[in-house]
């Protein structure tokens, strides 16, 4: 099946400092790329996704970048808060295999 | 809005019992999916069900059975309790299969082994 993985595991940094996870697949017919936060005790919500007719998609701050050829995909929180402390799943694949998650901290 | 409802939230178990998980959706979702989260790492599938009384294997099926007698309910078994097995099971739905439709989790269920 699908493999997906994620890089780092654990991620530390400074508040108001940018945080990147990087992430890559293997199925080349992937199209759909999601990230899902999970803070501590709390399931897993989705909070941007992108589909593979764009290269980039911003929400407020955060930025999801693709590269279809590389296959890899990445997350970029900008401005980090304390409350972006949280578990940080990537996803691709027809049935969705979801990366081994990064565990981001932000440092007051 | 919709919720998923998983129940029991904690399942203490002995070595080699066989423990039945619930998950009851009301999003009148299709598809609904059963994921293992070991402590701080990632989502791995055990099954999934596209519909009522359909039944696909994941990566992680080994170990546990599954039923979807109905559509809004997707319950998994673990067929032989491993000692001291410690994990997390999340129950997800969505409209269609995966791709390209968001998942929505359940609070999870905590299983201890002893």
């Known amino acids: 099946g699908e493999q997906v993985e994620q890089l780092p595991s654990i991620l530390r940094v400074q508040e108001g400092s940018s945080a990147s996870i990087n992430c890559s697949y293997e199925d080349s017919a992937s199209n759909y790329f999601p990230w899902y936060k999970q803070e501590p005790g709390e399931n897993p919500k989705l909070i941007i996704d992108i589909r593979s007719n764009m290269e980039r998609k911003q929400i407020q701050g955060l930025i999801v970048l693709l590269d279809k050829k590389a296959k890899r995909f990445s997350l970029h929180i900008t401005d980090t808060q304390p409350g972006d402390s949280a578990m940080y799943f990537c996803?691709?694949?027809?049935?969705?295999?979801f990366g081994g998650g990064t565990r981001l901290t932000v440092r007051p | 809005g919709g919720i998923i409802t998983q129940t029991p939230k904690f399942l203490i178990g002995q070595e080699g019992q066989k423990l039945t998980l619930k998950c009851q959706q009301n999003f009148n979702h299709d598809t609904m999916y059963w994921y293992r989260q070991d402590s701080g790492k990632g989502l791995r599938l055990i099954y999934y069900?596209?519909?009522?009384?359909?039944?696909q294997k994941g990566d992680l099926s080994e170990g546990y059975d599954a039923s979807r007698e109905k559509k809004s309910s997707f319950s998994l078994t673990v067929t032989s309790a491993q000692k001291n097995e410690m994990a997390v099971f999340l129950c997800a739905s969505s409209i269609g299969l995966g791709g390209q439709n968001t998942l929505y989790f359940g609070a999870g269920t905590r299983l201890s082994v002893l």
């Open positions: 996803a691709s694949g027809a049935k969705l295999t």
């Open positions: 069900s596209i519909t009522e009384n359909d039944l």
